[in-house]
């Protein structure tokens, strides 16, 4: 059984900068990419970022490319999201997601979220004005 863990998020003002991390646990974790998701109250659940586990190439939402970082470390099966001038519009819950492995990630099915097998619980982020 896969289980994902996110920390980080908290209360930020605008401008300002948070990092989050999603920790994967399982005997025989892998995965062929992780990504981060976002939901605000009354909106669907939207892209952020994604990255493939094994060659590393990152995948942004035009809304927070230059501003977001993804980054992996396969050795501790950790995905990270640094977030930078942060805005109110970033307010919402974000949720780490992981693809089975064997999965092909490519651009087209790496954005959807209907592609990931397994979530993590979300860890809030509010940014005020």
């Known amino acids: 059984q896969v289980q994902l863990v996110e920390s980080g998020g908290g209360l930020v003002q605008a401008g300002g900068s948070l990092r989050l991390s999603c920790a994967a646990s399982?005997?025989?974790?892998?995965?062929?990419?992780m990504g981060w998701f976002r939901q605000a109250p009354g909106k669907e659940r939207e892209f952020v970022a994604a990255?493939?586990?094994?060659?590393?190439?990152?995948y942004y939402s035009d809304s927070v490319e230059r501003r977001f970082t993804i980054s992996r470390d396969n050795a501790k099966n950790t995905v990270y999201l640094q977030m930078n001038s942060l805005k109110p519009e970033d307010t919402a819950s974000y949720y780490c997601?992981?693809?089975?492995?064997?999965?092909?990630?490519?651009?087209?099915?790496?954005?959807?979220?209907?592609?990931?097998?397994?979530w993590g619980q979300g860890t809030q982020v509010t940014v005020s004005p």
């Open positions: 997601a992981a693809a089975g492995n064997g999965k092909l990630a490519v651009a087209g099915l790496i954005r959807r979220a209907a592609w990931y097998d397994y």
């Open positions: 990255v493939n586990w094994s060659y590393g190439t990152k």
């Open positions: 399982g005997r025989t974790f892998s995965t062929s990419a």
